[in-house]
């Protein structure tokens, strides 16, 4: 038996070393400088509590994965709810709409969205043309453009966690509901929606998760004006040369996403959530 | 006055063909009924349209005074259990239970008292906290029964309910709903594939086959008296004898085998062409066989021992698989399987009805 163990490691080695040496190595390596550049202590880590610039950013990180959260559950849910009420061959169809912009690289649509955004962009173009408007409307180059193009980013994934919990509740229990004497509202409020809370939950922690570390978005359709924690820590790094202050933020950031996920925990069996 | 009418209803789903056909069928106030037949046989889209969840092609349906052919589901005020019980897995027992109560915007304290009340009726005291999935399928569908009951239906469906428990469990199920069914008074209609189920039960079994309604009737008579070929064939176990009415006198007649004898049977049919249904514990063997009106020379084919009954294989009339059961009864003729033996049948339990 031991050496059938021995074996098995062997086999799995490689990977494991990749992970350690890739991953887990500089991942330790963050965290160090994070309380060691430029002098040892929890300096870089006191800035979360005075640093304006700082807050600011975390602050608008939030709001914004906040609110990309919310609107992409909501027009998440809607879509998934169709795709379950459809026919097969329409669902294959929808399906195949939803995955479509995994297709593109985030880059390409993110510039999309800029020029349909822009001031002589399509939407402007015909807000004016219909005299809804005399000037253009700031669509892009601040935090609407960002989350806009974050949710339109972000739908595919709410969508798709939605949809595999909707497609798993017996379209029995609704009728049932209805035979008992609840009306259509009544039914989808008392039955339909409480059952697709773990969907809820599991697209909106993913939805909120993905969209604190995004980068090539805000940064884009932010247009220098809306930075977001992923950009910042990029600055640091990049321009500013503050490292200690750079790895600070992804560690910070590193521990708001575990710490999302360890709340979950407590609400829900997040490796049911995740394996379905 | 009628709990149920169906007037002249038809359901098409494609336009085409039809689902259930030339449908009139009216259930008395209190009465349990049953809706027999195989799958496909329309006794489902029956229950279905009734309920409301699909509304007929043509014709009419009435509950009580009521046309309710377009009265949505939510509005009919019917009682429904279904075959996989469909609790909300969302709910306690006592809020699936509550849940008819609460959407009619019934008191607090009105719904509390009637809940208990459901439990205890179900047997199922002091399971008001516990979580549906915690529940034995005969303790689910229990509660299904309570919460159909619950708000005091005019009127309660049951399609298949009892298809996913085990026969021990289903048995004294039956004899529960009956039961409840004689203390309630409520009118109960019942959907199931099994006969036996259909027979114990029932005030009245509705027989389907092939969209249309063949033979509604109260057990006993569905047996002893089926009008055509396929409730003779689908209730119980019938020999089927084909051939042609010769003569008639009264209710009986005289036909013509294909084989070429002739048997006197009862007429039931108009056609000429004509079936035989004779049901296997009508034969009769050996001395027995000499008062009866039809008597034919036949040998013992095959013989099975069933403790209460003995199945016999004859050959007579030119073939070899007429099927008799004899019981177990003192006084049994010979038949081992070689033995030729009298075999003989009264002209009113062989019927002649059409195909």
Redesign the interface.
């Known amino acids: 038996m031991p050496s059938r163990n021995r074996a098995y490691w062997l086999i799995v080695l490689p990977a494991v070393l990749m992970l350690v040496v890739l991953y887990l190595a500089p991942l330790g390596d963050v965290l160090v400088t994070s309380i060691t550049d430029p002098k040892p202590g929890l300096a870089n880590y006191a800035l979360l509590f005075t640093s304006g610039s700082v807050q600011k950013t975390l602050l608008t990180t939030a709001r914004i994965a906040g609110a990309t959260t919310l609107f992409a559950l909501l027009l998440g849910y809607i879509v998934a709810y169709a795709m379950r009420a459809a026919t097969t061959q329409r669902q294959r169809l929808m399906l195949f709409c939803v995955l479509l912009p995994f297709w593109i690289s985030v880059l390409v649509r993110s510039f999309a969205w800029l020029t349909i955004l822009g001031p002589q962009g399509p939407i402007n173009a015909a807000l004016q043309a219909t005299g809804l408007t005399d000037e253009p409307v700031a669509l892009a180059r601040n935090e609407t453009g960002v989350l806009i193009a974050m949710v339109h980013v972000m739908l595919p994934y709410a969508i798709l966690t939605l949809y595999a919990n909707m497609r798993g509740i ?1 379209a ?2 609704v ?9 259509r509202l ?1 039914a989808f409020r ?2 339909f929606l ?2 697709t ?1 773990p969907g809820l939950i599991g697209a909106g922690t993913l939805v909120f998760i993905l969209s604190l570390g995004f980068f090539v978005t805000p940064a884009i359709l932010g247009g220098g004006r809306v930075l977001m924690v992923a950009q910042y820590t990029a600055l640091q790094i990049n321009e500013t040369v503050r490292w200690g202050l750079g790895t600070m933020l992804a560690a910070t950031l590193m521990i708001a996403v575990l710490g999302t996920l360890w709340a979950l925990s407590r609400v829900i069996d997040v490796k049911r959530l995740f394996s379905a | 006055m009628s709990a149920v009418r169906f007037i002249d209803v038809r359901k098409s789903y494609d336009g085409r063909i039809d689902a259930v056909r030339a449908l009139n069928l009216a259930v008395a106030d209190g009465e349990f009924l049953t809706l027999l037949g195989p799958s496909g046989s329309g006794k489902t889209t029956t229950l279905t349209m009734l ?3 699909e509304q007929p092609t043509d014709g009419r349906i009435f509950i009580g005074e009521e046309d309710v052919t377009r009265v949505p ?2 509005k009919r ?4 259990v ?1 075959q ?1 019980y ?1 609790l ?3 709910m306690t027992v006592g809020e699936n239970i509550a ?2 109560l ?3 915007g019934t008191a607090k304290a009105e719904t509390e008292s009637r809940v208990a009340r459901a439990l205890a009726m179900v047997r199922l005291d002091g399971y008001a906290g516990r979580r549906v999935q915690q529940l034995s399928g005969g303790q689910q569908q229990r509660v299904a029964v309570a ?2 009951l619950v ?1 005091e239906p005019r009127l309660v469906l049951l399609d298949e309910p009892l298809g996913a428990l085990d026969r021990q469990l289903r048995e004294q199920m039956q004899y529960e709903l009956k039961a409840l069914h004689g203390r309630l008074g409520v009118t109960m209609i019942y959907v199931t594939h099994d006969q036996v189920e259909a027979m114990t039960m029932s005030d009245r079994v509705a027989v389907f086959s092939a969209g249309q309604l063949r033979q509604v009737a109260e057990p006993r008579k569905l047996y002893e008296e089926p009008e055509s070929l396929f409730v003779a064939q689908f209730l119980g176990e019938s020999n089927t004898l084909s051939g042609t009415i010769e003569s008639r006198k009264g209710n009986q007649c005289t036909v013509a085998l294909d084989g070429g004898a002739h048997v006197i049977a009862t007429a039931v049919s108009d056609e000429s062409a004509t079936h035989l249904a004779l049901r296997p514990e009508k034969i009769v063997l050996g001395a027995a066989a000499a008062s009866c009106a039809n008597r034919f020379p036949a040998r013992v084919v095959d013989v099975s021992f069933l403790g209460d009954q003995l199945r016999l294989r004859l050959a007579a009339l030119g073939r070899d698989d007429l099927i008799a059961k004899l019981a177990n009864a003192p006084g049994l003729p010979d038949c081992a399987p070689g033995t030729a033996i009298e075999i003989g049948w009264r002209a009113e339990d062989c019927r002649a009805l059409a195909q």
Request: proline content about 7%; overall charge positive; glycine content about 12%.
């Open positions: 017996d029995g229990l009728s049932a509901a209805r035979s008992l004497g609840a009306s009544q008392m039955v409480p059952l809370r | 309920a409301g969840f589901v939510e005020g019917i009682g429904m279904f996989n469909a909300f897995p969302n849940f008819p609460m959407v009619r919460r159909a708000f």
